[in-house]
């Protein structure tokens, strides 16, 4: 497919578990970006790839939370024991255009459960 | 830290309509604006993205505007349909930032 791809589609698990989500950015983007969307909010911003990099996770709630990318592609975005208040749905988007005019691609997103 | 307020937060208007969503923000530093749809248990889908330098954009019966002085956006929805109903976000991108800050969305839904 061409659009950004993300599995599992839905996650349950147990406080305390450790969970990996993972992107598939469209090919040929270089920049991607987690989000986290809670029920009835908006996405907030997790942490922003440029190729292999990190190059800003400021928006990582805490050390439990971890992503990686290590060639530059797919990402997967790492939760060690896992909180109930971790639930939510996990956004993941690609970019290839650098500049005022870049847009962001979503993919489905994984639906997390903690129980 | 940037705000960005979406009001109101539901809307129901019968097919036919013209409508109007409404996007606040608190800092004039923008890079440009997005709105975004997003249907139940979907991912986001953008459809129009506003540069800091341009001040509206359309698409079909879309078409979206962006005051920086006021820290508005509006949505604008012509002859609205039934397939129109869906959750609106407006999201925007600081001057030197690469993520985006999102409003809580509209939900917006059209009746037969």
């Known amino acids: 497919g061409a659009g950004v791809s993300q599995t599992p589609s839905n996650k349950v698990t147990e406080k305390g578990k450790y969970v990996e989500l993972r992107c598939d950015p469209i090919?040929?983007?270089?920049?991607l970006y987690w989000y986290r969307q809670s029920l009835g909010q908006g996405p907030e911003f997790l942490i922003y790839?440029?190729?292999?990099?990190?190059?800003?996770d400021s928006g990582l709630p805490n050390d439990r939370f971890f992503a990686v990318r290590p060639e530059g592609s797919v990402s997967t975005l790492k939760i060690q024991r896992t909180e109930r208040g971790d639930s939510a749905v996990y956004l993941c988007?690609?970019?290839?255009?650098?500049?005022?005019?870049?847009?962001?691609?979503f993919g489905p997103g994984t639906r997390l459960l903690v129980l | 830290k940037q705000e960005v307020t979406q009001i109101p937060a539901a809307l129901s208007v019968p097919e036919g309509e013209n409508l109007v969503l409404n996007c606040s923000f608190t800092?004039?530093?923008?890079?440009?604006l997005q709105w975004f749809r997003q249907d139940p248990g979907k991912g986001l889908t953008s459809l129009l993205l506003?540069?800091?330098?341009?001040r509206e954009q359309t698409s079909g019966r879309l078409n979206a505007s962006l005051d920086k002085s006021s820290g508005r956006s509006t949505l604008y929805i012509a002859a609205s349909q039934p397939g129109d109903s869906a959750t609106y976000l407006c999201?925007?991108?600081?001057?030197?930032?690469?993520?985006?800050?999102f409003g809580t969305g509209t939900r917006l839904t059209v009746i037969p």
């Open positions: 999201a925007l991108r600081r001057t030197g930032a690469n993520n985006l800050f």
């Open positions: 988007a690609s970019s290839s255009m650098a500049g005022p005019a870049e847009t962001q691609y």
């Open positions: 800092d004039s530093a923008i890079y440009n």
């Open positions: 090919s040929g983007h270089t920049a």
């Open positions: 790839f440029q190729g292999t990099g990190a190059a800003d």
């Open positions: 506003i540069q800091s330098s341009q």
